[in-house]
T-cell receptor, first 110, second 114 residues
Framework: GEDVEQSLFLSVREGDSSVINCTYT??????LYWYKQEPGAGLQLLTY?????DMKQDQRLTVLLNKKDKHLSLRIADTQTGDSAIYFC??????????FGAGTQVVVTP | KAGVTQTPRYLIKTRGQQVTLSCSPI?????VSWYQQTPGQGLQFLFE???????NKGNFPGRFSGRQFSNSRSEMNVSTLELGDSALYLC?????????????FGPGTRLTVT
């Protein structure tokens, strides 16, 4: 099955950039996603990238995909306190199911 | 456009009981997926329904079942509840299985089994 791995914790100062990394094993993955979860809430879709793209930018968010290394990253520019949350990387596997990483807790400090 | 709604939001049940959770997808979305989220196992896929048919199933025992109605609303049922079934159950809807497959999640149902 699909393995999706993320680092568990990231601390960043307000105003700096955050980079959250994710690696996956299924080379046939077609779509890769980033979700955000705030305490007590469901998952909010932030952005996604198709596997034939290297980069996608959406306002403060930049997704980079290195398909050769099976590495996905999410960069958040000018990180704000409201960005404190758990961020999940998800990969659509060859069966059409979403496989999630364990999530990266991002803590933004003033 | 209203988002994905799940009812109830919180539920407390006793071991051995059964429970039914409900999910109403975004209007026009025909695919509904269910996930279980626990601190130990993270987010795990339960099953997916599309046009009233189960299309994918995760590695969960037969105590976990679901169905989808003609209006795309979905229910999941857990019978003979165990303590380990305590979790946040998330429902997600998407408009198509063939395109970007963007899944939009509801707020979840927090199930506590005592």
């Amino acid at each position: 099955g699909e393995d999706v791995e993320q680092s568990l914790f990231l601390s960043v100062r307000e105003g700096d950039s955050s980079v959250i990394n994710c690696t996956y094993t299924d080379s046939s993955s077609t779509y890769l996603y980033w979700y955000k979860q705030e305490p007590g809430a469901g998952l909010q879709l932030l952005t996604y990238i198709f596997s034939n793209m290297d980069m996608k930018q959406d306002q403060r968010l930049t997704v980079l995909l290195n398909k050769k290394d099976k590495h996905l990253s999410l960069r958040i520019a000018d990180t704000q306190t409201g960005d404190s949350a758990i961020y999940f990387c998800a990969v659509r596997d060859s069966w059409g199911k979403l496989q999630f990483g364990a999530g990266t807790q991002v803590v933004v400090t003033p | 456009k209203a988002g994905v709604t799940q009812t109830p939001r919180y539920l407390i049940k006793t071991r051995g009981q059964q429970v039914t959770l409900s999910c109403s997808p975004i209007s026009g979305h025909r695919s509904v997926s269910w996930y279980q989220q626990t601190p130990g196992q993270g987010l795990q896929f339960l099953f997916e329904y599309f046009s009233e048919t189960q299309r994918n199933k995760g590695n969960f025992p037969g105590r976990f079942s679901g169905r989808q109605f003609s209006n795309s609303r979905s229910e999941m049922n857990v019978s003979t509840l165990e303590l380990g079934d305590s979790a946040l159950y998330l429902c997600a809807s998407s408009s198509t299985r063939g395109a970007t497959y963007e899944q939009y999640f509801g707020p979840g149902t927090r199930l506590t089994v005592t």
